[in-house]
């Protein structure tokens, strides 16, 4: 049957009336059986507020109707009610839900699918039993009455009668609620949980056994502080945290097809370099924040912070600029203001008061920006390194609506301008031009890329000069060796050959040195021009201008029959080598390569002012700019539009009702295993608003009044009771009956430790973790050897270690928050990877070590050891019984009493079990 005949059957008038009969039957038939036990609450309200409000709520009423309570259903619109209670047939709500004229249907195509048979039918069982509600329903909150718009205030500390367990604010916003429900808090963790809790919270690695002896053995309290205080001085600390933010900030090494670079950048770790440093200086958040947004705007020539912008460099994509700047728009709302405005792209949100226009205007903030490259001191050559970067590259670029978000229907008529959603624009938004530095916007003028141009060209001569001593040593070497008349001769022409090559490779060295030399004269003439002030666009050079480009065209048409002359003395060469079946081929070569000397020798014989310019920085290529701006040599604009500097401003202002709730949500989560926000990247009306908002105020005005530390916070939240809770439920029967998960944490929650601590713990336990911080990323084929951090492994949507994503290492794409399977495959990684047996041993061996002298043949104690250095915990009397009589039982296998394996075997083999342990994965 033709397939076209078949949907016009299917299209065909008599056919929708047959579906309509069909659906309104089978609606008919569920709302009779359901007529006598629907309830409003539990069955029509919730469709309303999943279809319905967002046009008829609080929001939007179109029509002048409102749908979020029982009364205004009843009450109808503009055209009048819209329901007839006890009619479902006389009533226009049944009748528009429908409806099979998709101009007529409600909800309208764009926002989905029509009602199910089911819906429909306990909307009509609805009114056939009158529509009715309860008396007191209220309305749908005002939008911006939402808690998450609302200014933060600093809430006072409440006055609570455990007072005593209280140790800083937080506890009395926790200890609150405590009474408020009848809960009592579980007693604090022992000194060994504590340290491995707070060791791995603050640093991604265990204690050593030294630090663990120490705070077995401390006198008093003052351990704890003392620990917390040297963790967060501790450089690690910085690693540690580092990969927490990487995580939210979408870190990415690049990746595309083959060597095709489509997403991200080259060199992206500097950027995350950048962010270890900043933790570990402190840097404040709402500065990290500004400078990830707009470093080139705000710091344009310090290369130090301008690897901030990688944050922005990484959403680089090749093939689709629409698709580079929507992801952007998505996860800097998401990431840092915890809106999903991405939901307003085709059309107005239907939960938050965010129009269709919003994300667009979002969007043009972002619109001018592109990526580079720039060049670092000493090194000229970009693909060995660089700094990626952003700048404003399309100034002119106009932002469009796109119709249903749809990119090629763009609503052309009405540009629109940078901007933010009403319900937070708590100040005027100012965008003024930034006038960039002479260097920031001619990166070549920066003298360590002129100086790293001459580094190499000088290398490249020294190394040109050794060559052609090797090729003179040759020949001499063959012209005093006996042999053969003709295979000396053929020998001969080769050596002499190869000095000749080397001889001309001189050559070419020095005069690319010369060429360079002449370009830097000629672009420093027009430099000393434009810094006194008086040149003007488009004006014509000066005499000298023109001579010293005429000087260094010439300079750099003479390189080129250097290098002709070099590739023809290379081909003459080959042509002595080859055998005569392929001398042919090289023959035709070397024609062509004298065609070439030719051309390139006439040349220098043409006056011109045209030279290669040496270039600082280059654009990074896109497949939706025609090709001049993807050469290298691209001019760079002398301004910025000041888009993002006035954006990061925005969302930096302390007025900012989301920055610093979103900020101290994400930390409170990794410290506590939870958030205070379970939707940590949707604050808006459809997220999981607080269990606790007051403590969440509270964090986020003190973060901003200590000057946006985050070690600050780090510290406030690990020194509280509420963080030394013990994570064991034993005894708390009542508290599970009333808050089985924990919501008003009446204990520590356990969590499974991230993928990069796991690999990292074991290491360190090893005493085979490599310290070395800061670099280029270890590549996937090194992974399996290597004993750097795994924040150093080279990471990507296409290159992920196999081991890290077992554990569920963070997705390029989108990671707000950790997910925690529990898979076959972990426990097999733990008992069959090659980390894991490598490092059994040495880990035995370091607790050996560790033991006093007189007890290094005592078990027990190797056996409490292990456990307390591995687990953070003491064996009860079975587990150390049976992990003695294990031991024992080891020692008598052959290879446990072989002369080489001593005691390590046996040990190495419980290190082994207790790195399978649930508790060594975790942080209790």
Same mark, same amino acid.
């Given at each position: 049957?033709?397939?076209?005949?078949?949907?016009?059957?299917?299209?065909s008038p008599r056919c929708s009336a047959v579906f309509r009969i069909a659906f309104l039957f089978g609606a008919f038939l569920f709302s009779t059986a359901r007529a006598a036990e629907v309830d409003y609450l539990k069955h029509?309200?919730?469709?309303?507020?999943?279809?319905?409000?967002?046009?008829?709520?609080?929001?939007?009423?179109?029509?002048?109707?409102?749908?979020?309570?029982?009364?205004?259903?009843?009450?109808?619109?503009?055209?009048?009610?819209?329901?007839?209670?006890?009619?479902?047939?006389?009533?226009?709500?049944?009748?528009?839900?429908?409806?099979?004229?998709?101009?007529?249907?409600?909800?309208?195509?764009?926002?989905?699918?029509?009602?199910?048979?089911?819906?429909?039918?306990?909307?009509?069982?609805?009114?056939?039993?009158?529509?009715?509600?309860?008396?007191?329903?209220?309305?749908?909150?005002?939008?911006?009455?939402?808690?998450?718009?609302?200014?933060?205030?600093?809430?006072?500390?409440?006055?609570?009668?455990?007072?005593?367990?209280?140790?800083?604010?937080?506890?009395?916003?926790?200890?609150?609620?405590?009474?408020?429900?009848?809960?009592?808090?579980?007693?604090? %963790?022992?000194?060994?949980?504590?340290?491995?809790?707070?060791?791995?919270?603050?640093?991604?690695?265990?204690?050593?056994?030294?630090?663990?002896?120490?705070?077995?053995?401390?006198?008093?309290?003052?351990? +704890?502080?003392?620990?917390?205080?040297?963790?967060?001085?501790?450089?690690?600390?910085?690693?540690?945290?580092?990969?927490?933010?990487?995580?939210?900030?979408?870190?990415?090494?690049?990746?595309?097809?083959?060597?095709?670079?489509?997403?991200?950048?080259?060199?992206?770790?500097?950027?995350?370099?950048?962010?270890?440093?900043?933790?570990?200086?402190?840097?404040?958040?709402?500065?990290?924040?500004?400078?990830?947004?707009?470093?080139?705007?705000?710091?344009?020539?310090?290369?130090?912070?301008?690897?901030?912008?990688? +944050?922005?460099?990484?959403?680089?994509?090749?093939?689709?600029?629409?698709?580079?700047?929507?992801?952007?728009?998505?996860?800097?709302?998401?990431?840092?203001?915890?809106?999903?405005?991405?939901?307003?792209?085709?059309?107005?949100?239907?939960?938050?008061?965010?129009?269709?226009?919003?994300?667009?205007?979002?969007?043009?903030?972002?619109?001018?920006?592109?990526?580079?490259?720039?060049?670092?001191?000493?090194?000229?050559?970009?693909?060995?390194?660089?700094?990626?970067?952003?700048?404003?590259?399309?100034?002119?670029?106009?932002t469009y609506r796109f119709i249903r978000g749809q990119e090629s229907n763009p609503d052309k008529s009405t540009p629109l301008a940078p901007g933010v959603p009403a319900v937070l624009a708590f100040k005027p938004l100012v965008?003024?031009?930034?006038?960039?530095?002479?260097?920031?916007?001619?990166?070549?003028?920066?003298?360590?890329?002129?100086?790293? +141009?001459?580094?190499?060209?000088?290398?490249?001569?020294?190394?040109?000069?050794?060559?052609?001593?090797?090729?003179?040593?040759?020949? %001499?070497?063959?012209?005093?060796?006996?042999?053969?008349?003709?295979?000396?001769?053929?020998?001969?022409?080769?050596?002499?050959?190869?000095?000749?090559?080397?001889?001309?490779?001189?050559?070419?060295?020095?005069?690319?040195?010369?060429?360079?030399?002449?370009?830097?004269?000629?672009?420093?003439?027009?430099?000393?021009?434009?810094?006194?002030?008086?040149?003007?666009?488009?004006?014509?050079?000066?005499?000298?201008?023109?001579?010293?480009?005429?000087? %260094?065209?010439?300079?750099?048409?003479?390189?080129?029959?250097?290098?002709?002359?070099?590739?023809?003395?290379?081909?003459?060469?080959?042509?002595?080598?080859?055998?005569?079946?392929?001398?042919?081929?090289?023959?035709?070569?070397?024609?062509?390569?004298?065609?070439?000397?030719?051309?390139?020798?006439?040349?220098?014989?043409?006056?011109?002012?045209?030279?290669?310019?040496?270039?600082?920085?280059?654009?990074?290529?896109?497949?939706?700019?025609?090709?001049?701006?993807?050469?290298?040599?691209?001019?760079?604009?002398?301004?910025?539009?000041?888009?993002?500097?006035?954006?990061?401003?925005?969302?930096?202002?302390?007025?900012?009702?989301?920055?610093?709730?979103?900020?101290?949500?994400?930390?409170?989560?990794?410290?506590?295993?939870?958030?205070?926000?379970?939707?940590?990247?949707?604050?808006?009306?459809?997220?999981?608003?607080?269990?606790?908002?007051?403590?969440?105020?509270?964090?986020?005005?003190?973060?901003?009044?200590?000057?946006?530390?985050?070690?600050?916070?780090?510290?406030?939240?690990?020194?509280?009771?509420? +963080?030394?809770?013990?994570?064991?439920?034993?005894?708390?029967?009542?508290?599970?009956?009333?808050?089985?998960?924990?919501?008003?944490?009446?204990?520590?929650? #356990?969590?499974?430790?991230?993928?990069?601590?796991?690999?990292?713990?074991?290491?360190?336990?090893?005493?085979?973790?490599?310290?070395?911080?800061?670099?280029?990323?270890?590549?996937?084929?090194?992974?399996?050897?290597?004993?750097?951090?795994?924040?150093?492994?080279?990471?990507?949507?296409?290159?992920?270690?196999?081991?890290?994503?077992?554990?569920?290492?963070?997705?390029?794409?989108?990671?707000?928050?950790?997910?925690?399977?529990?898979?076959?495959?972990?426990?097999?990684?733990?008992?069959?990877?090659?980390?894991?047996?490598?490092?059994?041993? #040495?880990?035995?061996?370091?607790?050996?070590?560790?033991?006093?002298?007189?007890?290094?043949?005592?078990?027990?104690?190797?056996?409490?050891?292990?456990?307390?250095?591995?687990?953070?915990?003491?064996?009860?009397?079975?587990?150390?019984?049976?992990?003695?009589?294990?031991?024992?039982?080891?020692?008598?296998?052959?290879?446990?009493?072989?002369?080489?394996?001593?005691?390590?075997?046996?040990?190495?083999?419980?290190?082994?079990?207790?790195?399978?342990?649930?508790?060594?994965?975790?942080?209790?």
């Amino acid at each position: 049957m033709n397939p076209n005949a078949k949907m016009n059957e299917i299209q065909s008038p008599r056919c929708s009336a047959v579906f309509r009969i069909a659906f309104l039957f089978g609606a008919f038939l569920f709302s009779t059986a359901r007529a006598a036990e629907v309830d409003y609450l539990k069955h029509v309200k919730p469709i309303l507020r999943e279809r319905c409000f967002s046009c008829h709520g609080a929001l939007k009423q179109k029509g002048g109707l409102r749908l979020d309570t029982a009364m205004s259903i009843l009450e109808g619109g503009d055209t009048g009610p819209v329901v007839t209670p006890g009619d479902a047939a006389a009533s226009l709500l049944l009748e528009r839900v429908t409806a099979t004229d998709i101009a007529e249907r409600m909800p309208p195509e764009h926002e989905g699918e029509p009602l199910s048979p089911e819906q429909v039918g306990l909307l009509r069982a609805w009114i056939k039993a009158g529509a009715t509600g309860p008396d007191q329903e209220q309305p749908e909150a005002d939008p911006r009455e939402h808690w998450a718009f609302r200014p933060v205030v600093r809430p006072a500390v409440p006055a609570v009668q455990r007072s005593e367990w209280i140790r800083n604010p937080i506890d009395a916003f926790v200890a609150r609620q405590y009474e408020q429900r009848g809960l009592t808090p579980q007693p604090e %963790a022992t000194r060994l949980l504590l340290l491995r809790r707070l060791s791995l919270d603050l640093i991604g690695l265990p204690p050593t056994p030294a630090e663990v002896a120490a705070v077995q053995t401390a006198a008093n309290e003052e351990w +704890y502080e003392q620990t917390v205080t040297q963790l967060l001085e501790d450089p690690r600390h910085g690693e540690r945290w580092a990969r927490h933010w990487m995580d939210v900030w979408r870190y990415s090494d690049w990746w595309g097809l083959g060597d095709q670079l489509r997403n991200s950048q080259p060199h992206i770790w500097h950027w995350r370099d950048w962010i270890v440093e900043s933790l570990n200086a402190d840097t404040p958040y709402d500065e990290m924040l500004r400078l990830m947004l707009a470093a080139d705007e705000l710091h344009p020539n310090d290369l130090g912070k301008l690897r901030a912008t990688g +944050y922005l460099a990484r959403n680089y994509f090749l093939f689709n600029r629409n698709q580079w700047m929507e992801e952007t728009v998505e996860h800097v709302s998401k990431g840092f203001l915890g809106l999903t405005l991405n939901c307003a792209k085709c059309h107005d949100h239907k939960y938050d008061p965010f129009t269709h226009a919003d994300f667009y205007r979002m969007r043009a903030f972002f619109e001018p920006y592109h990526a580079r490259v720039d060049i670092l001191p000493g090194e000229m050559n970009l693909a060995r390194d660089g700094i990626p970067r952003v700048f404003d590259g399309l100034m002119d670029t106009p932002t469009y609506r796109f119709i249903r978000g749809q990119e090629s229907n763009p609503d052309k008529s009405t540009p629109l301008a940078p901007g933010v959603p009403a319900v937070l624009a708590f100040k005027p938004l100012v965008i003024e031009p930034v006038e960039l530095p002479a260097d920031a916007w001619q990166p070549e003028r920066r003298a360590w890329v002129l100086e790293a +141009y001459r580094t190499a060209a000088t290398q490249q001569l020294a190394v040109a000069q050794n060559k052609l001593v090797a090729a003179q040593e040759k020949l %001499a070497a063959k012209t005093a060796q006996p042999g053969a008349a003709e295979e000396m001769a053929s020998a001969l022409a080769v050596a002499r050959q190869e000095l000749q090559v080397a001889e001309l490779a001189k050559v070419v060295a020095q005069a690319e040195l010369d060429s360079l030399e002449q370009r830097i004269t000629a672009m420093r003439a027009t430099w000393a021009r434009a810094e006194a002030g008086d040149a003007k666009p488009g004006e014509a050079l000066t005499d000298a201008e023109q001579q010293a480009a005429r000087t %260094a065209a010439r300079s750099e048409a003479e390189t080129a029959v250097a290098q002709a002359r070099l590739v023809l003395a290379n081909l003459e060469l080959r042509l002595l080598k080859e055998p005569a079946d392929k001398k042919d081929a090289v023959n035709k070569e070397i024609t062509t390569a004298r065609e070439a000397l030719d051309k390139a020798m006439k040349k220098t014989a043409e006056p011109s002012e045209q030279f290669t310019k040496i270039f600082g920085a280059k654009w990074t290529a896109t497949r939706f700019f025609n090709s001049s701006t993807d050469d290298p040599q691209v001019t760079f604009q002398s301004r910025s539009s000041g888009r993002r500097r006035a954006l990061a401003d925005w969302i930096t202002d302390r007025r900012n009702p989301l920055t610093a709730r979103v900020a101290v949500n994400q930390i409170w989560m990794r410290h506590m295993g939870a958030p205070l926000v379970p939707t940590v990247f949707d604050f808006g009306r459809k997220g999981t608003p607080p269990a606790n908002p007051e403590l969440l105020d509270w964090l986020a005005a003190e973060l901003m009044d200590s000057g946006w530390s985050m070690k600050h916070l780090h510290r406030l939240i690990v020194q509280s009771a509420t +963080y030394r809770l013990s994570s064991s439920t034993a005894g708390a029967e009542q508290n599970l009956a009333v808050d089985q998960d924990n919501q008003f944490l009446w204990r520590r929650t #356990p969590v499974r430790l991230e993928s990069q601590s796991v690999r990292d713990s074991i290491l360190a336990l090893a005493g085979t973790l490599d310290p070395s911080r800061g670099g280029p990323p270890v590549p996937q084929a090194s992974q399996e050897t290597s004993t750097r951090r795994s924040l150093y492994f080279f990471h990507s949507n296409n290159e992920r270690n196999l081991f890290l994503t077992m554990f569920d290492e963070a997705l390029v794409k989108d990671c707000y928050r950790r997910e925690q399977s529990i898979v076959p495959q972990q426990a097999l990684a733990l008992t069959n990877s090659k980390l894991v047996l490598d490092s059994s041993r #040495p880990i035995a061996d370091r607790l050996t070590g560790a033991l006093p002298k007189e007890a290094a043949t005592d078990e027990a104690a190797f056996v409490r050891l292990a456990f307390v250095n591995l687990l953070g915990a003491e064996p009860n009397a079975e587990e150390l019984a049976a992990s003695v009589q294990a031991l024992e039982t080891w020692k008598k296998l052959p290879e446990g009493q072989a002369a080489d394996m001593g005691r390590g075997l046996p040990r190495a083999n419980l290190v082994w079990v207790l790195l399978n342990h649930n508790d060594f994965v975790m942080v209790r």
